[in-house]
């Protein structure tokens, strides 16, 4: 097994058992605070017109109450395809997501229109850990990473503040992110040094 695979093996593992010792209201008052500080960004939002988002699974941060924070913006949400991939479709109330069949919340193609990921403006990515560096460690499974690799809107990562650290380990096809969002705030990343 190559060096960066076992590092983020083993990150992985750490950060899971963080989270799984988080309770669900320590979750939903940093969701909450979270969502508020993406609201506020008022600079970071600034010609923003849609937003592409994630719903939550385990015991990741739920974004769901940006709907009434920015009722002016458009929200896009991820559906999982074959090969990896993702098709983002627009979806005005996160209550029409439907679970599939590994429970995540999903848009249904017949209702809610697909978008071209060029259409989206920022993209606000769940993940496992964060760098301060712009780095993230996903779940293993390639999607955000497929879906980012020549995406040319902002990329946010969402994440409690145990979640961050100064870098994860990380490869060159890894997406980077413009800004970090925690419970503690909002920031812009400093770019990686390659």
Do not use: W
Request: hydrophobic content about 40%.
């Amino acid at each position: 097994m190559s060096e960066p695979v076992t590092a983020k093996s083993q990150l992985r593992s750490e950060i899971r058992a963080c989270l799984a010792a988080m309770s669900a209201e320590m979750i939903q008052s940093s969701s909450m605070a979270i969502v508020k500080h993406i609201a506020a960004a008022k600079d970071l939002l600034s010609g923003i017109n849609t937003i592409g988002l994630y719903s939550a699974i385990h015991q990741e941060i739920s974004l769901s109450a940006l709907h009434q924070l920015l009722p002016e913006k458009k929200f896009a949400y991820p559906l999982c395809q074959a090969g990896n991939q993702l098709a983002f479709h627009l979806v005005t109330e996160s209550k029409q997501l439907l679970a599939n069949s590994m429970q995540i919340l999903e848009p249904q193609p017949s209702v809610h229109p697909e978008i071209n990921i060029t259409e989206i403006d920022l993209i606000i990515c769940p993940g496992l850990a964060f760098g301060m560096d712009g780095s993230r460690l996903g779940r293993g499974q390639g999607y955000y990473d497929r879906a980012l690799e020549h995406f040319k809107g902002l990329k946010l990562g969402a994440a409690f503040e145990k979640q961050i650290k100064a870098s994860v380990p990380h490869i060159p096809h890894d997406a980077i992110m413009n800004y970090l969002v925690s419970e503690t705030g909002l920031f812009a990343t400093t770019p990686l040094q390659e």
